[in-house]
């Protein structure tokens, strides 16, 4: 009967199977470095396309009947058709499906009245039912103030946290490298797409570093649990770590897929159907932090780990005495090399020469041997005669 083969959830939780996060450590972390840099970049050359709520202007509401084309009907003739010179970028949204609102650069009093009929006129409604409304900057600079100091305290009670929790002030460390990496990327992807950053989009970069902590403590448990008393061990901290990661690769890639489906649907739907909006600002903070969670969870905070603690000088020693150890296992196995093997298998060879079969190695055929020289053993008459 046939063996049933292992999955590949099974394969990689006992090591059958095996992809080498650890060892490959360099690699990532310019791979990382590499997205990071063009992230900084990116925000530092094209900034961020900051919303009216954070910088300020004038928005009008109108009712109106909201159709497919309703949204670009009202931008291309407030640029146009409104008379009004420098608007800035118009943006407009439909709230439900009899309003829309309308947001510019803030406007002065005289303005505001010109705008309001002419937004009344093409709706065909009176002034009284346009509405609008002037938001200041200094909103937008609160809210970006209040942001600030929730990330701050949010990272430090995380530091706390995994630093009591494991016990081991290491992992704070690697986490929070991990969550500054999934925080610059996220912020990054804004600037090079250009989406509006709003409020909507400050609390999904907030709530996605939750999601990244999540994957970083699921793995940390993990690899805790594996290098329990490392040093009494016959594997090295890498080794154990390694397997760690691998053990908890399908969960996290299972979990990370589970959790950006809804969201991808979410981020799809504000793009591409409403095209503004609360969707689609929340979307894709969401989105994109939750894959660089999972990513910078498998190959940032684990190897880092690792990495600092094989400084330590008790990790040095169990390495070496391990190192140690598989050589002196190789030796005996060059030796079983040339003990014979079973009769008609090969004897297996360290040189390049090709395998010999044990069954025909040493063998003579009887013919050459010729007589068999035994010693001659007298008989019992022949002791006596010889007085024996």
């Given at each position: 009967?046939?063996?049933?083969?292992?999955?590949?959830?099974?394969?990689?939780?006992?090591?059958?199977?095996?992809?080498?996060?650890?060892?490959?450590?360099?690699?990532?972390?310019?791979?990382?470095?590499?997205?990071?840099?063009?992230?900084?970049?990116a925000i530092g050359l094209r900034g961020?396309?900051?919303?009216?709520?954070?910088?300020?202007?004038?928005?009008?509401?109108?009712?109106?009947?909201?159709?497919?084309?309703?949204?670009?009907?009202?931008?291309?003739?407030?640029?146009?058709?409104?008379?009004?010179?420098?608007?800035?970028?118009?943006?407009v949204n439909s709230v439900g499906d009899?309003?829309?609102?309308?947001?510019?650069?803030?406007?002065?009093?005289?303005?505001?009245?010109?705008?309001?009929?002419?937004?009344?006129?093409?709706?065909?409604?009176?002034?009284?039912?346009?509405?609008?409304?002037?938001?200041?900057?200094?909103?937008?600079?609160?809210?970006?103030?209040?942001?600030?100091?929730?990330?701050?305290?949010?990272?430090?009670?995380?530091?706390?946290?995994?630093?009591?929790?494991?016990?081991?002030?290491?992992?704070?460390?690697?986490?929070?490298?991990?969550?500054?990496?999934?925080?610059?990327?996220?912020?990054?992807?804004?600037?090079?797409?250009?989406?509006?950053?709003?409020?909507?989009?400050?609390?999904?970069?907030?709530?996605?570093?939750?999601?990244?902590?999540?994957?970083?403590?699921?793995?940390?448990?993990?690899?805790?649990?594996?290098?329990?008393?490392?040093?009494?061990?016959?594997?090295?901290?890498?080794?154990?770590?390694?397997?760690?990661?691998?053990?908890?690769?399908?969960?996290?890639?299972?979990?990370?897929?589970?959790?950006?489906?809804?969201?991808?649907?979410?981020?799809?739907?504000?793009?591409?159907?409403?095209?503004?909006?609360?969707?689609?600002?929340?979307?894709?903070?969401?989105?994109?932090?939750?894959?660089?969670?999972?990513?910078?969870?498998?190959?940032?905070?684990?190897?880092?780990?690792?990495?600092?603690?094989?400084?330590?000088?008790?990790?040095?020693?169990?390495?070496?005495?391990?190192?140690?150890?598989?050589?002196?296992?190789?030796?005996?196995?060059?030796?079983?090399?040339?003990?014979?093997?079973?009769?008609?298998?090969?004897?297996?060879?360290?040189?390049?020469?090709?395998?010999?079969?044990?069954?025909?190695?040493?063998?003579?055929?009887?013919?050459?041997?010729?007589?068999?020289?035994?010693?001659?053993?007298?008989?019992?008459?022949?002791?006596?005669?010889?007085?024996?």
């Amino acid at each position: 009967m046939s063996e049933r083969k292992a999955s590949l959830a099974h394969r990689l939780y006992t090591g059958d199977l095996s992809y080498d996060f650890v060892g490959k450590r360099k690699q990532w972390y310019i791979v990382s470095a590499v997205i990071v840099a063009i992230c900084l970049a990116a925000i530092g050359l094209r900034g961020l396309n900051l919303s009216i709520d954070f910088t300020g202007g004038s928005e009008f509401t109108v009712p109106t009947q909201v159709t497919s084309t309703t949204v670009d009907d009202y931008r291309n003739a407030v640029q146009d058709e409104s008379g009004l010179p420098e608007l800035g970028e118009v943006k407009v949204n439909s709230v439900g499906d009899n309003q829309v609102r309308i947001q510019v650069r803030a406007l002065g009093a005289e303005e505001i009245n010109q705008m309001t009929s002419f937004l009344a006129e093409r709706a065909g409604v009176a002034n009284e039912e346009v509405t609008n409304n002037l938001i200041g900057p200094n909103w937008g600079q609160q809210i970006t103030q209040q942001g600030l100091i929730a990330l701050v305290v949010f990272l430090s009670l995380v530091a706390l946290m995994i630093a009591i929790y494991f016990r081991n002030w290491k992992m704070s460390a690697a986490a929070l490298i991990a969550l500054l990496h999934d925080l610059i990327v996220t912020i990054g992807v804004y600037a090079i797409l250009q989406f509006a950053f709003t409020p909507a989009t400050l609390i999904g970069v907030l709530t996605i570093l939750g999601y990244s902590l999540y994957d970083t403590v699921v793995v940390f448990d993990k690899v805790r649990d594996n290098t329990t008393d490392i040093t009494k061990q016959s594997r090295t901290l890498a080794t154990a770590s390694n397997l760690a990661i691998n053990q908890v690769l399908v969960r996290s890639i299972n979990t990370t897929i589970i959790g950006v489906l809804p969201v991808a649907a979410l981020l799809a739907a504000g793009v591409f159907i409403l095209g503004t909006g609360p969707l689609k600002d929340l979307g894709l903070a969401m989105f994109v932090g939750m894959i660089a969670g999972a990513y910078s969870s498998l190959f940032l905070a684990a190897p880092m780990f690792v990495q600092m603690r094989e400084r330590e000088p008790e990790i040095i020693d169990h390495n070496k005495r391990v190192a140690k150890r598989g050589t002196k296992k190789e030796q005996p196995v060059a030796a079983a090399s040339t003990l014979p093997a079973t009769a008609g298998a090969p004897l297996l060879s360290t040189t390049d020469a090709p395998p010999v079969d044990a069954a025909t190695l040493g063998a003579v055929r009887a013919e050459d041997l010729g007589p068999r020289n035994q010693p001659h053993r007298s008989t019992r008459s022949e002791r006596r005669k010889d007085g024996r």
